[in-house]
């Protein structure tokens, strides 16, 4: 039984448990009629019953699935000739990958033909261990089902025979919520701390080849190196001073437009807009927000950019085929729906008594929303640049269309420029070795970006400090 089939029964198994245990607590309880005899809702003992079910097998199955691989593989190179055991880690996945792929593709008694055909003893090695993999699965795929069903069966057996009037089930099913939600976090605190180590540990030895002074001072990137001692390549140059450059200048491209206009479309949408019109406006301004990334590229390459070089030649103007004022115009075009939405809740969440005692006093609306509501709904602003802040940042695909690759250091927005998140993708593109400073390269520049996105997050944890405590 396949992990897919197997997780649909286990849903099944479950839902039945529901149904089980409420019946069991009725049973307990002596009927319906006297359902009010149990310190707890039938129902609440259908949903204890229901989890126990579950959680435990679809634990087991998620751990099963996780070394199931591990060992089989283990097992299967464990029969192989020695000489074929003592090969390179990449070569003997290669090998195991050619056993693997047999095995998928062919019958039990296709494999045990061919080893018996075969001439070569190599091949006929490849056809036994296909078969003994094909077994092996297959002894898996039962073991995982018994063991799944006999601890989700189990679980239900042993808890309904515990069951009697005076049965805590409600706390009990709180106690496991109150579990999954604190290992929900800490898988959440995990992951991030596992992405953190995992860029550092790189990072690391990224500079161990590059100075650290060259990386983060440097006015140069050129990444090409030579592979091989006797291949022709350049010796490589990694200042990523161009690269933040670029992607702080089409940021600010970007946010010059976004946070003007979408504050403003907030303000009119939350404060002067009929109540019909926001319900239409609101919905067709974030279906901008939808649009893929790759779409706004292709306006960027074949309309923006058009249209920028045209004007800039007729005034005289030098302008690049690729330009950072393209990319940051539509990047900011872009972002519009995040600060406009996000700011016109914020807005709309500020308590009314404040609105009104500002207009009661003599305050114009206009001064209302200046010196009232703006400062109010801060926090909630400020979270909104924050996270248009970093979608700009984090953007590749209209850069690459409309901005271009080549790292320039310059503030002029018309000229060509990259950002950071291009060059990692470039860098990791193809087939890699991730022991050339080229590729740990890529790990650096995604070190410096959780930087600066702390960075950014800290700043603005102090500015919605500062207006809360005026506000509270």
């Not at 009661?360 to 602003?381: Q, R």
Request: charged share 10%; net charge neutral.
């Amino acid at each position: 039984m396949n992990s897919t089939f197997l997780f649909a029964v286990l849903v099944f198994l479950s839902l039945f448990s529901y149904w089980f245990g409420i019946k069991r607590s009725l049973t307990v309880a002596g009927g319906i009629d006297n359902k009010k005899y149990l310190d707890c809702l039938p129902e609440q003992f259908g949903l204890l019953t229901a989890m126990v079910c579950g959680i435990p097998a679809l634990v087991a199955l998620l751990v099963f699935n996780s070394a199931e691989q591990l060992v089989v593989e283990h097992m299967i190179t464990s029969t192989l000739p020695t000489h074929i055991q003592t090969l390179s880690s990449i070569d003997l996945g290669l090998y195991l990958n050619n056993i693997h792929s047999m095995a998928s593709s062919e019958t039990a008694l296709v494999l045990i033909q061919g080893a018996k055909e075969a001439s070569d003893s190599a091949v006929q090695t490849q056809y036994r261990a296909a078969l003994e993999l094909q077994t092996l699965n297959n002894n898996a795929s039962w073991l995982k089902t018994a063991l799944v069903l006999m601890i989700a069966v189990g679980s239900v057996i042993v808890l309904v025979g515990k069951f009697s009037l005076t049965y805590k089930a409600r706390q009990k099913s709180e106690t496991i919520i109150r579990g999954i939600l604190v290992a929900s976090s800490a898988i959440a605190i995990l992951t991030t701390l596992g992405i953190v180590i995992s860029v550092l540990f790189e990072s690391i030895q990224f500079f161990k080849s590059v100075p650290p002074t060259e990386f983060m001072f440097g006015t140069q990137w050129s990444p090409q190196t030579a592979m091989r001692a006797d291949q022709v390549g350049g010796s490589g140059s990694f200042g990523a001073v161009p690269l933040f450059a670029g992607t702080m200048l089409i940021t600010f491209i970007a946010m010059l437009l976004a946070v003007p206009v979408g504050l403003m479309v907030a303000i009119y949408l939350s404060q002067y807009a009929s109540a019909k019109l926001r319900s239409i406006a609101k919905p067709m301004l974030e279906v901008l927000a939808g649009i893929p990334t790759v779409v706004y590229g292709f306006f960027a390459a074949l309309t923006v950019a058009p249209v920028i070089r045209n004007v800039g030649e007729y005034f005289g103007l030098s302008v690049a085929s690729e330009s950072a004022l393209a990319a940051g115009l539509v990047m900011g075009t872009m972002i519009i729906p995040f600060i406009s939405s996000l700011s016109e809740d914020a807005i709309s969440a500020v308590p009314k008594p404040l609105k009104e005692a500002s207009l009661g006093m003599g305050a114009t609306h206009s001064e209302t929303v200046v010196k009232v509501l703006l400062p109010a709904a801060l926090p909630g602003i400020v979270g909104a640049i924050l996270l248009a802040i970093s979608r700009a940042i984090g953007e590749t695909m209209i850069v690459v269309m409309a901005a271009g690759m080549a790292a320039n250091l310059t503030a002029n927005p018309l000229d060509s420029v990259t950002t950071v998140t291009v060059q990692i993708v470039t860098l990791l593109t193809g087939d890699q070795e991730f022991d050339s400073p080229k590729t740990l390269a890529a790990f650096a520049l995604g070190l410096m970006l959780f930087i600066t996105t702390l960075g950014l997050n800290i700043l603005a944890l102090k500015v919605v400090q500062k207006y809360r405590e005026q506000y509270d």
